[in-house]
């Protein structure tokens, strides 16, 4: 299959040949020809598979025939975050250099009069999130009757940010005899909804999720109290035969304090967040690539887009929120038929994360039995006066051989003192994982 049977125009063609495309990715081969035809089309696919060009390639050859004008785009294309709707006009510069089209961004943080004078001027294609859309609709400045053709992107992060009642709303403003693409990485009830109520007679078309083909990743889950979760990275970097290691955490925060805790203990870590600028990220991927450092603290938005693969492992420090993240995240690993392990740290509550995540991929991701050999209540984070810190080695061995029962009070948090004065039960400190080994064994034996 190649882009030139699905029927765009040779122009269009020039321009995607140029852009370094050869083959069209699965949703772009099924859903181009339908578009052309006019058709409504719900696409469902993975992140990462080519969305974008599956609706920009034909609305360009839609758009080819026409008038602009004034005040009355001609298509609309709604996308939750400005970060998106710049990528998909970034996509619309790239294909349609070969054609007369014009195009304006609707977005937040942008000077709104740039954005009103190219409505004035009459657009082909507006690019919006439904804030600044509504904003500027309820203002009078826009109108949306000559509105052909809407785009409804990323339909499933519009439901999380709630952005649906907005769309329900512009879907309203728009001419009922109107072509309407919705795409998303996954169908939820409400997106299911939105769709009967606003496309007609749509055509479905979902590619096969990735998760559950790639078989070269052996993927768990790890039961762990939030609290827990350093100590237990720590103890499987140490003992899973980590070679390079992306983890990622849901906040830049988490990202930062994780990386800091991590050099502390005396590993190679470094760190790529959303707080980082781009020069500054890439150079830390550089550093990552180098093998200066060894494991790469994370954030989705900050890794997207960053082309680091063939990880060894991926670990989730926090379920993702969005599933399909979750495809993304592991996808790092297990490249060019090298098996990566991935591990997802599950507190209490990621309870609902890990659910959806497990909807999506289809099946249940099997726990991994943890054999903690330092005590669970190992000292976290050590008092700041101790400034020569053994190397990590050395330190295992130490905490291996002092044992739990005879704790050194003078390190230890107060909290975990009064809690061992007052257990019976030495594992109900809040930890929810799997009861590590040597509870089992008496100290006294
Ligand atoms: P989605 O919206 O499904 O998450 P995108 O449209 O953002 O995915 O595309 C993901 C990445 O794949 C982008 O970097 C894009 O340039 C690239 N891509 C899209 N189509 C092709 C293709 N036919 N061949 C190679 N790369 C592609
Ligand atoms: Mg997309």
Redesign the pocket.
């Known amino acids: 299959m190649s882009?030139a049977d699905l029927g765009l125009s040779d122009e269009l063609l020039q321009a995607?040949e140029a852009?370094?495309?050869?083959?069209?990715?699965p949703?772009?081969a099924q859903a181009i020809p339908p578009v052309l035809m006019m058709k409504d089309l719900i696409g469902i696919?993975?992140?990462?598979?080519?969305?974008?060009?599956?609706f920009v390639l034909p609305m360009i050859d839609i758009l080819a025939h026409g008038r602009r004008r004034a005040l009355m785009p001609r298509s609309l294309i709604l996308e939750p975050t400005r970060e998106l709707a710049a990528?998909v006009a970034e996509?619309f510069e790239k294909y349609g250099k070969n054609h007369d089209l014009k195009m304006a961004l609707l977005i937040g943080g942008v000077q709104m009069g740039d954005q009103v004078k190219a409505l004035q001027e009459g657009v082909d294609v507006l690019i919006a999130t439904p804030g600044r859309l509504m904003d500027l609709f309820e203002r009078g400045k826009i109108l949306l009757t000559g509105c052909e053709l809407l785009v409804i992107?990323?339909a499933d992060r519009m439901l999380d940010m709630g952005f649906i009642p907005d769309i329900e709303t512009i879907c309203s403003k728009l001419p009922v005899n109107r072509q309407t693409l919705l795409?998303s990485?996954t169908m939820p009830p409400v997106i299911k909804k939105l769709a009967d109520r606003f496309l007609s007679n749509p055509k479905y078309i979902e590619v096969a999720r990735p998760a559950t083909t790639n078989t070269n990743i052996v993927q768990h889950k790890v039961a762990v109290n939030a609290r827990k979760k350093r100590e237990v990275l720590r103890h499987l970097l140490r003992t899973d035969n980590v070679s390079t290691a992306i983890v990622f955490c849901n906040r830049k925060t988490t990202v930062r304090e994780l990386a800091k805790s991590l050099k502390r203990h005396g590993f190679a870590a470094g760190e790529i967040h959303g707080d980082m600028d781009q020069p500054a990220r890439l150079a830390e991927l550089e550093r990552f690539k180098a093998g200066d450092v060894n494991i790469l603290c994370a954030s989705d938005v900050a890794a997207r887009?960053l082309d680091v693969k063939g990880v060894s492992h991926v670990f989730n420090f926090d379920t993702p929120w969005h599933p399909d993240d979750y495809v993304h995240r592991i996808g790092r690993t297990g490249r060019g038929g090298a098996t990566g392990r991935a591990f997802t740290f599950v507190a209490p509550e990621d309870a609902e994360a890990i659910d959806n995540v497990e909807k999506l991929t289809g099946g249940k991701i099997p726990e991994f039995d943890l054999k903690l050999e330092e005590p669970v209540e190992a000292r976290e984070e050590r008092p700041k006066t101790k400034s020569k810190r053994p190397a990590p080695e050395k330190r295992e061995e130490r905490v291996e051989r002092a044992p739990r029962r005879e704790p050194r009070a003078e390190e230890e948090p107060r909290r975990e003192r009064r809690q061992r004065r007052a257990e019976p039960e030495p594992a109900d400190d809040g930890w929810n994982g799997p009861v590590p080994d040597f509870l089992n064994v008496s100290a006294f034996a």
């Open positions: 882009f995607v852009a370094g495309y050869t083959e069209p990715t949703i772009q696919a993975q992140t990462g598979t080519g969305k974008t060009a599956s990528q996509n992107d990323e795409f990485a887009g």
